[in-house]
């Protein structure tokens, strides 16, 4: 968005690749080893011609998609407009990006029931993942052989507060779609 938009990008190629290589593992591993829903084979079978990606997935990553961009490049935007430097701004676009990816595996655990439903503890590798998914962001966040290596900087308590309302608010937004799918089809 941001190259077509012409304007600074918000998160380095290089901070892409440490979000990719980081949350492909920790947050998106785990899932495998999700129990399986109660009921599950009571369920018809997808047919065998189905897509593995059908409208409602792909709806569902189009809206996650634009609540990451939204997120990330509206805190990038707005660091910049309180005078943060730009690498404090690309932390906190970078984190803000982490912590919706992080919502979205909890909302994930069942692509229909809400988050709630799901037994909380019923698979700790989610626990862990996020958990050292998380001691690695502080990592890049803090320590200065990352900073220098990523372009990263140390951020403030007002940052990480607003990062953690918007990610909230986007998983809200996802469980609510969940909620409007179920009721309508």
């Given at each position: ?8 990008l918000?998160?380095t ?5 440490w979000i990719?290589?980081t ?5 998106g591993?785990?899932?495998a ?5 109660r009921?599950?084979?009571?369920r018809p ?5 189905a897509?593995?990606l059908?409208?409602?997935?792909i709806e ?10 939204a997120?990330s490049?509206g805190?990038f ?8 430097s730009?690498?404090e701004?690309r932390t906190?676009?970078?984190?803000m990006f982490?912590?919706?990816?992080t ?6 655990r ?6 709630t439903?799901?037994?909380a ?13 998380w ?5 890049i966040t ?6 220098a290596a ?5 951020i ?7 990062i953690?309302?918007?990610?909230l608010v986007?998983?809200?937004?996802i469980?609510l779609?969940?909620?409007w799918r179920?009721?309508?089809g």
């Amino acid at each position: 968005a941001a190259v077509v938009a012409g304007v600074t990008l918000p998160i380095t190629p290089l901070q892409i690749l440490w979000i990719n290589m980081t949350t492909a593992v920790l947050l998106g591993l785990p899932l495998a080893f999700e129990p399986s829903e109660r009921g599950i084979m009571h369920r018809p079978p997808r047919p065998p011609r189905a897509p593995v990606l059908d409208a409602v997935l792909i709806e569902r990553i189009v809206l996650v998609g634009i609540l990451m961009l939204a997120g990330s490049f509206g805190m990038f935007l707005l660091a910049l407009d309180r005078g943060q430097s730009m690498p404090e701004a690309r932390t906190i676009a970078m984190n803000m990006f982490v912590a919706i990816e992080t919502v979205y595996l909890f909302n994930c655990r069942s692509l229909r029931l809400p988050v709630t439903a799901v037994a909380a503890f019923s698979n700790p590798w989610v626990w862990a993942g996020a958990g050292l998914q998380w001691l690695l962001q502080m990592a890049i966040t803090y320590w200065t052989p990352l900073n220098a290596a990523f372009g990263t900087s140390p951020i403030n308590a007002r940052a990480w507060g607003e990062i953690v309302v918007i990610a909230l608010v986007a998983m809200v937004i996802i469980e609510l779609e969940k909620r409007w799918r179920s009721r309508s089809g």
